[in-house]
């Protein structure tokens, strides 16, 4: 398995299909740990987002619960055998043995580890791709246009519009002043927004499909620590200006304007969010001479 380091990296994917240039982008946020991780093995690439649980269990070695679960996750998918939905279906069965070997009480939720996850895989002259949780990926066309692979799942809607309402002199954090609402969400996995979190219900959650390369340009796969900030949670991400961004200057042109809002919202109110920054892991594939 690669993990990938930020850097640039340049590959050549079957006879059909040339990918001129990778772009990665990987960051540790305000937290103490970055949960996020690059994946990459030959054809197949991927972005994980590892959440710790409520209830810290069965941690070890300096890591949490969510980077177990996303680095778990990332070393199945490196295998890169079968079907994306296969290799889900192998990380979530890895995720909940590890639990298990952790000694973790998997019949509390509040326990559980998880991951949310991107990954494609090209094939000649299509994409396959899997998803789960809220990681996104974006397919930009020859001709200016853009599209997400799938449409987002945004569990933390309500939350943050809650947290929006409190108002810029509210005392204390998001998760001290909502926490028996972030608790109730994170009730919600495999039932209200699916993650790879050792249960089998997050297999009922699995989207996937295939998608023709025919007029892509770039797709960036991402964590939502790359979301641009919004003013309004019941707005959806500016997909427009993402991608603007991006034919500017790249992964790190979103990057700087992330970093920017969030800089001058450090009590996370203007932009309604959990902390200051979120880990962030990105990678950006470019595409020529189809």
């Known amino acids: 398995m690669d993990l990938l380091s930020p850097e640039n990296a340049v590959g050549t994917i079957a006879k059909e299909i040339t990918i001129s240039a990778v772009e990665t982008l990987l960051e ?83 326990y559980l580890w998880s991951t949310s996850c991107m990954v494609v895989r090209i094939d000649k002259n299509e994409i396959e791709w899997f998803q789960i949780g809220d990681s996104l990926a974006l397919i930009l066309y020859e001709d200016g246009s853009q599209r997400l692979i799938a449409d987002p799942i945004d569990h933390d809607r309500e939350t943050l519009c809650l947290w929006k309402q409190c108002g810029p002199d509210a005392t204390g954090t ?43 340009t770039d797709i960036i796969l991402y964590t939502d620590g790359l979301f641009l900030p919004r003013t309004d949670p019941e707005q959806p991400e500016d997909m ?25 919202d450090p009590r996370c109110t203007i932009y309604p969010r959990f902390k200051i920054h979120d880990d962030i892991a990105a990678i950006a594939l470019h595409f020529q001479g189809k």
């Open 28 to 110: 540790q946020g305000s937290g103490n740990i970055n949960e996020d991780i690059l994946l990459q093995a030959g054809n197949l690439f991927g972005v994980f987002d590892g959440a710790t649980s409520l209830e810290k269990s069965g941690e070890a070695g300096g890591k949490t619960g969510g980077l177990l679960a996303a680095e778990s996750a990332a070393e199945v998918f490196s295998r890169n055998g079968g079907t994306l939905s296969q290799l889900a279906a192998q990380a979530n069965q890895t995720i909940q043995e590890l639990m298990e070997k952790s000694g973790v009480d998997l019949t509390n939720r509040q």
């Open 174 to 216: 998001i998760r001290e002043h909502l926490a028996d609402q972030i608790l109730k969400v994170r009730e919600g996995m495999n039932i209200q927004y699916g993650v790879l979190n050792g249960e089998p219900q997050a297999l009922n959650f699995i989207r996937h499909g295939r998608e023709p390369l025919a007029g892509v």
């Open 240 to 264: 427009a200006t993402f991608a603007r961004l991006y034919r500017q200057g790249g992964l790190k042109s979103i990057h700087r304007r992330v970093r920017e809002l969030q800089r001058d």
